[in-house]
């Protein structure tokens, strides 16, 4: 047996650090094989949800994209020279090399989502940015859960090689409301100098499904990684805590998060960020909402390098219901002359805002919505125009639940 | 009468900050409201407006001939009512741009208002995010222009503006107030001023002073602000009505 897998085998049943422990029994990793389709003729799934999720299957304004349904990719495609799409396993025949990337970054034994994922692993993207390309058209990859009590496990790999620029939005989603599932994704992202990721996930579950990313990115010297993370829909359980490691010099992480909370739903979301290149920068900035559901923000910085900054922001609003937010900034300056902030404020919706805008001839209902409009709001920089849009999109669907 | 308020008491909590309160603005009028500090002046905005927890203890506010006395603010906006906060709230998220689309009368032209407050480079910004005093008085403006109302009302425009920024701001009142319109202006103005400095911007056809919770006297704005410098607020109260 491999030692990745003597190593998982070890963490079976050890239980992750943050969020509510989930019964891996209670989820089958079997699954029928769906065949390979083109992506106009990817009829099995619900085209709306899908296009809520982020993924256009018309593939235009695409230069690539990935489905997977359950365990198997229906679809993979590219239309930029420079950048290459493939099912993880796939990618692993042909590049040798790539076991060297697989559980580099995220411990292998971490948790028993992460044993589950060495254990079953089923299948993944693989995304690559040629040295020197530069895309501007999104790479779309789509996570979809379809069979019931599905364990959906997949691992991901994506590499910017040196001064490339890929910009990929993720979308994940449910067949059905009803689909009960679990699944566990690996992601292991790697920018290398000088080279740019901007990585826009947006999730669309469902009532009963649990989600368990493990993620983490090393950002070399020059690197960019830009994180946007969008879940506006009801979730049973989410947990996420993805690490950056900015090792290389100058490299810059900026992270933003934006929650909605509904009765019912539990979300332990947050990132960390390690600081050890020579002026390394990172930004988190999370907005969480809840109107009856629960909310837990995350947020680690360490500081390794003089010289390093870093800044963290979040802020909650519960709205109604007995929702919860809980903001658990973290600070950890380990030499001298690190540069590290936080800023986190829970509260309500301003009475002072509302009546501002009443005053100014706006309804009470449509104060309170333009209000929360614009708490959601995240000034996000370095994103083609199609992925603001697509977060403007979540987050007008997402309007009706609030009132 | 654009406005009439009568015999209006006000409280808050439980206590009282406004009694008998009796004013009335034709149309076409600009009044300036002076009184100390804490002697009700913004309360009594507050409650035309129908803003905070401002109660209505008893009298009555009737706007173009309407009893508003207990309508919600975003319908006496809609009847033509613009306030100007003295210290607005800062809406994370909203850009002023937004805002103005929101609220704008038809035909207005949010750039063109913006240029000439000199404010075009704060469209893109959070509303009042970090503005400094004149900026937040000049958002305040902007909006107000946008909306165009019938009633204007001004909490100390002028304070915390340094020398440039009131010019700029006197002018955007005149042009509310249409004061370049004689005959034909319809604009009317209660315009708060601790200072007095906004009248060398904007001329005022009467002042009143608020003092005991009540409108004590009404008059010539200079006149009153004249005596007011000489004699103090306590001066009003040992005045002949
Ligand atoms: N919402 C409120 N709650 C409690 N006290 C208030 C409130 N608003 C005003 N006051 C009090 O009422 C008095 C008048 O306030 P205000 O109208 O702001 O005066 P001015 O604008 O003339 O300076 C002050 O003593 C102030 O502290
Ligand atoms: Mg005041």
Partial sequence: MSEIKKKAQAAVNKPARYGPDIDLEKYSTEAPEYPQKDLKEIDILDLETLLNAGVDITGSGRSGSFVQVDRSVIHTSQTDEGIEVLPTRKALEIYPWLEEYMWKLVPVDQDKFTARAALEFQNGYFIRALPGAVSTLPVQACLYLKSKNINQNVHNIVIAEEGSEIHIITGCATDSPEVQGLHVGISEFYVKKNAKISFTMIHNWAENIAVRPRSAYSIEEGGVFLNNYVCLNPVESLQLYPTAYLSGKGAVARFNSILLARPGTHMDVGSKAVLSGRGARCEMIARALSTGGEIVSRGLMVGETEGVKGHLECRGMILKGDGRIYAIPELDGKVEGVDLSHEAAVGKIAREEVEYLMARGLSEDEAVATIVRGFMRVDIEGIPDVLKEQIDRAIKLSESSLM | ?241
């Fill in chain 2, 1 to 241: 009468m654009l406005l009439e308020i009568e015999n209006l008491s006000v409280s808050v909590e439980g206590k009282e900050l406004l009694k008998d309160v009796n004013l009335s603005l034709d149309k076409g009028e600009t009044r300036m409201l002076f009184g100390e500090n804490g002697s009700g002046k913004t309360s009594l905005l507050m409650a035309i407006m129908g803003l905070g927890n401002y109660r209505i203890e008893s009298g009555r506010i009737i706007f173009k001939g309407k009893d508003i006395t207990n309508l919600p603010p975003y319908e006496r906006a809609k009847m033509g009512i613009g306030i100007m906060f003295q210290r607005p709230p800062t809406i994370r998220g909203l850009k002023v741009r937004q805002i103005l689309d929101l609220i704008r009368h038809d035909g207005s032209n949010p750039e063109e208002l913006a240029a000439q407050l000199n404010f075009t480079q704060f469209l893109d910004r959070d509303l009042n995010l970090g503005f400094s005093g004149g900026e937040l008085k000049r958002a305040e403006l902007l909006q107000l222009m946008a909306q165009d109302p019938d009633l204007v009302l001004l909490d100390e425009p002028e304070s915390g503006v340094d020398l440039v920024n009131i010019s700029l701001i006197g002018e955007a009142i005149r042009k509310l107030l249409q004061k370049d319109l004689h005959r034909k202006r319809e604009k009317a103005g209660l315009i708060i001023t601790h200072s007095g400095f906004i009248l060398d911007y904007v001329e005022a056809d009467k002042g009143c002073v608020l003092v005991n919770k009540t409108i004590w006297c009404t008059g010539n704005p200079h006149e009153i602000l004249e005596g007011i410098r000489k004699n103090g607020y306590e001066g009003c109260l040992t005045c002949q009505r």
